[in-house]
């Protein structure tokens, strides 16, 4: 029930193009779901977030979709550039609830943008 | 937002030996944690870290194994003992600003154990 399922595992885009990266989720305490970007041997970096409270989140080019009924979100960019290829992470949490915070994270997703 | 450093960057170790990895935090935080991830692979969390009382630890992981200090609001470490090539991984530490609920990560310690 802790589960977070993401995909694709990876994902190959041209540049100018939309990425679309899909999560799923269990557990319907989660009411805070965050999304990383990881560069190789970098940490994680916060991208966006999204509370259930809403069903869509914009921030420059990168958008957040929540379903909450699905208990799907997903990560949309836009206008894809190759600085953006890294590996992105899906993750959710009770943030007000007994995990104070504790995040879990799915699968991962290594997106590729070709110039 | 929350700017974490972590010490040292990597190491290589020999088997069972111990290594400490110091994590900073720019600013007082009340939670911090500490994950594990392998190459290519998710994140998996440790145990969390709080101010003043004993770090909470995940399935699988143990104190013994693991210990973690937080002497204070901008600090903590955590301590891999007697390490084994198994151990060989990324760990990071987290650091949570509550008034958002936004978590940062620092940027990770490479461990290799031969």
């Known amino acids: 029930q802790q589960q977070v399922k993401q995909s694709p595992q990876s994902l190959i885009v041209q540049k100018g193009g939309i990425s679309i990266i899909n999560c799923a989720y269990e557990?319907?305490?989660?009411?805070?779901f965050p999304w990383y970007q990881q560069f190789p041997g970098k940490g994680p970096a916060l991208l966006i977030a999204?509370?259930?409270?809403?069903s869509e989140k914009k921030e420059g080019r990168f958008t957040i979709s929540f379903n909450k009924s699905a208990k799907q979100f997903s990560l949309h960019i836009m206008d894809s550039q190759p600085g953006d290829s890294a590996t992105y992470f899906c993750?959710?949490?009770?943030?007000?609830?007994?995990?104070?915070?504790?995040?879990?994270f799915g699968q991962g997703t290594i997106l590729t943008v070709h110039p | 937002s929350a700017v974490i450093s972590q010490k040292p960057s990597r190491d290589i170790c020999q088997r069972g030996t111990s290594l400490t990895i110091q994590c900073q935090v720019d600013?007082?935080?009340?939670?911090m944690f500490w994950y594990r991830q392998q190459p290519g692979q998710s994140l998996t969390l440790i145990a969390t870290?709080?101010?003043?009382?004993?770090?909470?630890?995940e399935s699988g992981f143990v104190i013994d194994k693991f210990p973690i200090s937080r002497p204070n609001l901008t600090f903590s470490t955590l301590t891999v003992s007697n390490m084994s090539p198994e151990d060989s991984s990324i760990y990071l530490c987290?650091?949570?600003?509550?008034?958002?609920?936004?978590?940062?990560f620092g940027p990770g310690t490479r461990l290799t154990v031969l």
């Open positions: 999204i509370r259930p409270d809403v």
């Open positions: 600013s007082q935080v009340t939670m």
């Open positions: 870290a709080n101010q003043g009382s004993e770090a909470t630890y």
């Open positions: 557990n319907t305490a989660f009411d805070y």
């Open positions: 987290s650091a949570e600003q509550q008034t958002y609920n936004e978590q940062f």
């Open positions: 993750a959710a949490t009770d943030a007000g609830g007994t995990s104070y915070g504790k995040l879990t």
